[in-house]
């Protein structure tokens, strides 16, 4: 069985500041991770991924997640947070074992709320 | 507009009726998915489609719910004698290719149900 954990319900950093939002999983074989992002009103929208390779990926909006094997985590980061970064943010997983499912299994979401 | 698109946006219905939810994926998507958001969760995997095949569905897709995706295009979701619990975001994405492998997924505004 696969499954996300997104310890906080809510993010709360001043414009400008650095921003994390936590995640950490857990699936049989090699994860495949992701981040989404849901602003109000609209669809979610995929912000990066981690396959294989660099553990530090880069994804949409300046943003970026580590990958770490030994804590099984995937924070998602920013160096400097915008008020328009405010939004819920999703951690997903899939195991990566090459059996045919595709399902991804997503976290509660954080909220990130970002003061001017 | 060129994304994922759902009809109807919203939908309110009395204990028992039937409702069918309808998703036009990206034109040269392959791959669609559905999956069921309620308040303060992460989206919950429903089922995926590979072209018009069915390949995977989930223990939360009990005997009442059934999709459709004809010809490999648009997809249908029915829910049969809805229930109050049954209330949610139904959300419907699509992928191509190696994105469908990896998990990027496109997903539409999703479906609003509201059971009375």
């Known amino acids: 069985a696969q499954s996300v954990a997104q310890p906080e319900d809510q993010v709360n950093v001043a414009e400008g500041n650095p921003l994390t939002v936590k995640c950490t999983y857990s699936v049989s074989g090699n994860p495949y991770l992701f981040w989404y992002v849901q602003y109000p009103n609209r669809g979610l929208q995929f912000l990066l991924k981690y396959i294989t390779g660099d553990n530090l990926v880069k994804g949409s909006y300046g943003f970026e997640a580590e990958f770490n094997k030994s804590q099984t985590s995937f924070h998602l980061k920013k160096p400097s947070a915008l008020v328009s970064d405010s939004a819920l943010y999703f951690c997903a997983v899939r195991d990566g074992l090459d059996t045919g499912r595709r399902a991804l299994t997503f976290g509660s979401g954080t909220r990130l709320q970002v003061q001017p | 507009d060129t994304g994922v698109s759902q009809n109807p946006r919203h939908k309110i219905t009395k204990r028992g009726q039937n409702v069918t939810f309808r998703c036009d994926p990206i034109s040269e998507h392959n791959r669609l998915y559905w999956y069921r958001q309620t308040l303060g969760q992460g989206p919950e995997f429903l089922t995926y489609?590979?072209?018009?095949?069915?390949?995977?569905k989930s223990r939360l897709l009990s005997d009442r719910f059934s999709a459709e995706r004809p010809k490999g295009s648009f997809s249908t979701l029915e829910i049969q004698r809805t229930e109050q619990g049954d209330s949610a975001m139904y959300l419907c994405?699509?992928?191509?290719?190696?994105?469908?492998?990896?998990?990027?997924?496109?997903f539409g505004e999703g479906s609003r149900l509201t059971v009375l």
């Open positions: 994405a699509s992928s191509s290719g190696l994105a469908g492998v990896t998990g990027e997924l496109f």
């Open positions: 489609f590979q072209n018009e095949a069915q390949l995977e």
